[in-house]
C-alpha cells in the first residue's frame, strides 16, 4: 500500500486535474510524478506532443514528453520478451525497489518510484505490459 505521503501527492495531481476538467489524464500524472514537475508542467509537455485533452496518450507521446522534460526512459521489462516473468501491480515494486519507472496495465500508467506504486490502482492484480526506467537524460 502506498505512504501516506505518496497518497497526498497522488490526490494534488488528481485536484489539479479536476481543476483543468481533465479526465483520462493517467499519462499526465505519471509525466509529473516521474519527472517531478507539477501537473499543469507535465500536461503541457503531452499537449505538445499531440495528447488531446480528456483522451488518452499514446506510449510514444508519454516518451517525448518525458525527454522533452529532460528525462529518457529505459525498457526494463516487457510481457513480450522471452523468459519474461509475469508480474501484477501487486509483485512488481519487489523486483523494482530503486528508481523511478513508468508501470504500464491495459488502457493504464502509472508511475512507480522506489517501490511505491504512486496510482489508484495500487495492490491490484492487474498485469504489467511493461516498465520503462525513467532517469535525468
Given amino acids: 500500500r ?10 494534488a495531481l488528481k485536484r489539479a ?14 509525466v509529473a ?14 499537449a505538445m506532443e499531440g495528447r488531446t485533452n480528456r ?14 522534460l529532460g528525462f529518457m526512459t529505459t525498457n526494463r521489462y516487457s510481457y ?5 516473468e509475469g508480474f501484477t501491480l501487486k509483485t512488481v515494486a519487489k523486483r523494482y525497489p530503486r528508481g523511478t519507472f513508468y508501470v504500464h ?20 492484480s492487474r498485469k504489467v505490459l511493461a516498465v520503462n526506467e525513467v532517469s535525468p537524460a
Fill in 2 to 11: 502506498p505512504t501516506a505521503q505518496a497518497m497526498d501527492l497522488f490526490n
Fill in 17 to 30: 486535474s479536476i481543476r483543468k476538467n481533465e479526465d483520462n489524464d493517467c499519462a499526465v500524472k505519471a
Fill in 33 to 46: 510524478i516521474a519527472t517531478r514537475q507539477s501537473y499543469n508542467v507535465a500536461h503541457t509537455a503531452l
Fill in 55 to 68: 483522451r488518452g496518450t499514446y506510449p510514444r507521446q508519454t516518451k517525448m514528453a518525458t525527454l522533452a
Fill in 80 to 84: 513480450r520478451d522471452e523468459g519474461a
Fill in 105 to 124: 496495465v491495459r488502457g493504464h500508467i502509472l508511475a512507480l518510484v522506489d517501490g511505491e506504486i504512486l496510482d489508484w490502482t495500487a495492490g491490484s
